[in-house]
């Protein structure tokens, strides 16, 4: 299997006067973890939620583990998993019942615990959902979206409110997810986040894409085309400090 | 249709862990069956009779005291203008003025008879009724004493119901439909309006679950709810209450079923036109409350204002209620209720079309 996994190309979506997409067009090569990277309002939602066959795209075409998203959104529902931005899970559900619903949803019978455990969470399985922390609502969710295996897990702005020690744990989950071999996109605001766990990274600007390629190339494009900054060489930064005095063990209980 | 049910059987687990849910579906009707069953508000009560004798002898005297010998009368004495003020205030039901020529005697022929004057209340007015009667029959049965006769014709009355219909009989039917509305409209508006702007129901609809099965598995779970709350309370009813339902338990079962439909299909209308959490309890006040009055759910329709019978006639609980209480408590059949029936079916249809046009998951 060769080819990108994910394939967009002139993808185009206004709403009323405000044209959020302008013509978007990257691929995501199996294996990867690609980020979209840019500014509120700048489109990355609109992107991931057309792959996502959330959303219909005005124009342009976007095909995802090899299904057309718009001639066949159920199919690519099948075949990825997702985390969107401002969502929730129903209430009164204990997480182990959330992640069993969702396997319900895909037609599947799955082992809740052992997806639980994958991200942490087994001793909260008889907890309700709603009485989670942000960091372990997000790995619920991280959870409810591996129930179907997917090929593609999409992540919007995953580490969006959490604390230092959630974050990290975060990547390290992502990490492990694409080191069992599933590809991921995600969308993120934070540099830092961009820079120490995706392979590559598009910028998106105003509905389009103004860079892409792997995060070094990025700096060093830019060192080439000579810009320069003051730089003071800092042996660590303040968020070295805050995890060495707090540690890197998370507490969101 | 297993990813439906599997699914409508996770929502109801959950539902039964949501306390606040439980309370107004199950124990609120249950509280209010109750509370209204005690107050027992239709019972038929005493006839409160006020007495101003002008006379002031023996023999009114010897009258007063054979109207205190009948229970259903409650006495009191005044001047005719107290009397006739409290009777004006709702505080008697009949004031009776015992002339001051008033005498246990025959009449010299041609002579005239004392005459008794009988004021009656027309706020309540089956007690004046009732009241007029006794006090009729006392004059006859004084009449007979002193003319020494028998009367010409003697009245045996037998009572044809075996027991008295109480309020809570008439009540049940009333808070089963209440129910099933309240229970209705509620669920789906809540429920949805909540899912909908919390980014729930755009979660799921992230995955492959089509629209269709995700509605299905929503309105099943429903309306299993409806019907274990409309068994719970009619079981309470007979129970504690001692209510009887005369018609078919299997007609009222379907009834409710038909109301549950409506009710569901009248949430889904009115959900369409409920953006925020904020504005659902206030179109849910404006939907149910009218309905709660003026469908029969506590008191007969008869006491309904004329210029809102036309309203309160074609309200979708009034004729779900109507049927209920034909079939619970006058023991009538599904084609005796067919009037009530098209109403329900009609409104399900009206309500049902506006929730596919306007109804949306998102």
Not at chain 1, 47 to 76: F, H, K, M, N, Q
Not at chain 1, 181 to 190: E, I, N, R
Not at chain 2, 228 to 233: A, E, F, K
Request: glycine share 8%; hydrophobic share 50%.
């Amino acid at each position: 299997m060769s080819g990108p996994i994910v394939s967009v190309r002139d993808l185009r979506k206004s709403y009323g006067a405000i044209e959020a997409l302008a013509g978007v067009s990257f691929d995501v090569a199996r294996g990867e973890i690609f980020a979209l990277l840019g500014p509120n309002g700048a489109g990355k939602t609109t992107t991931v939620e057309i792959l996502e066959g959330l959303r219909t795209a005005d124009a342009g075409s976007a095909v995802v583990a090899g299904i057309d998203v718009r001639r066949d959104p159920s199919g690519v529902k099948e075949r990825i998993g997702v985390q969107l931005q401002s969502s929730a899970f129903p209430e009164n559900f204990l997480a182990r019942e959330i992640v069993q619903l969702f396997g319900v949803f895909y037609g599947r019978r799955v082992d809740a615990m052992e997806l639980l455990r994958s991200v942490g969470l087994e001793e909260k399985a008889g907890q309700r959902s709603e009485k989670l922390s942000g960091g372990q609502r997000q790995r619920l969710s991280i959870a409810v979206a591996m129930v179907n295996e997917p090929q593609v897990l999409f992540l919007d702005e995953p580490t969006t409110g959490l604390d230092p020690q959630a974050r990290r744990n975060l990547w390290d989950l992502v990490r492990g997810i694409r080191a069992r071999g599933t590809t991921v996109l995600l969308t993120t605001h934070y540099m830092d986040e961009a820079e120490a766990l995706c392979d590559r990274v598009a910028i998106v600007d105003r509905g389009r894409v103004v860079a892409l390629d792997a995060p070094r190339a990025l700096v060093d494009g830019l060192l080439a085309r000579g810009f320069t900054k003051t730089v003071v060489q800092q042996q660590a930064d303040l968020e070295d400090v805050f995890l060495d005095l707090t540690g890197h063990a998370l507490r969101d209980d | 249709m297993g990813r439906v049910l599997r699914y409508t059987l996770f929502l109801s687990r959950a539902y039964l862990r949501d306390r606040t849910a439980l309370f107004f579906g199950f124990f609120f009707p249950l509280l209010f069956m109750g509370l209204f069953g005690v107050l027992d508000l239709g019972a038929f009560g005493t006839v409160s009779l006020g007495i101003v004798d002008e006379a002031g002898n023996a023999d009114s005297a010897a009258f007063r005291a054979a109207l205190g010998r009948i229970e259903t009368l409650r006495l009191t004495e005044g001047s005719r203008t107290d009397e006739l003020t409290s009777l004006g205030k709702g505080e008697r039901d009949l004031v009776v003025v015992i002339p001051g020529d008033f005498r246990i005697a025959p009449a010299a022929a041609g002579s005239s008879v004392p005459v008794l004057t009988l004021y009656e209340s027309e706020a309540r007015p089956e007690q004046a009724n009732v009241g007029s009667a006794i006090i009729t029959q006392a004059v006859d049965q004084m009449s007979f004493a002193v003319s020494r006769t028998q009367p010409i014709v003697a009245l045996r009355r037998e009572a044809v119901q075996g027991r008295r219909l109480s309020y809570v009989d008439f009540l049940t039917p009333g808070i089963v439909g209440m129910t099933i509305m309240q229970l209705g409209v509620s669920s789906v508006m809540f429920g949805f309006v909540v899912d909908r702007q919390r980014g729930v129901i755009r979660r799921i609809m992230a995955t492959p679950i089509p629209r269709r099965s995700y509605m299905a598995a929503h309105v099943l779970h429903r309306l299993v709810v409806a019907i274990l709350q409309v068994l719970i309370l009619i079981g309470v009813a007979v129970l504690a209450f001692d209510v009887r339902i005369v018609g078919s338990m299997a007609a009222v079962l379907l009834l409710a079923l038909l109301g549950s439909v409506l009710f569901l299909c009248v949430g889904f209308a009115v959900t369409a036109f409920v953006a925020t959490e904020n504005a659902a309890p206030a179109v849910m006040q404006l939907v149910t409350l009218p309905q709660l009055f003026l469908s029969g759910v506590f008191f007969s329709r008869d006491v309904v204002p004329a210029f809102l019978r036309p309203i309160s006639d074609y309200l979708p609980l009034t004729f779900l209620n109507d049927a209920l209480r034909q079939v619970a408590i006058a023991g009538a059949s599904l084609g005796d209720v067919r009037g009530d029936l098209v109403g329900i079916v009609v409104w399900t249809a009206i309500t049902f079309a506006i929730a596919v046009r306007f109804f949306r998951l998102e």
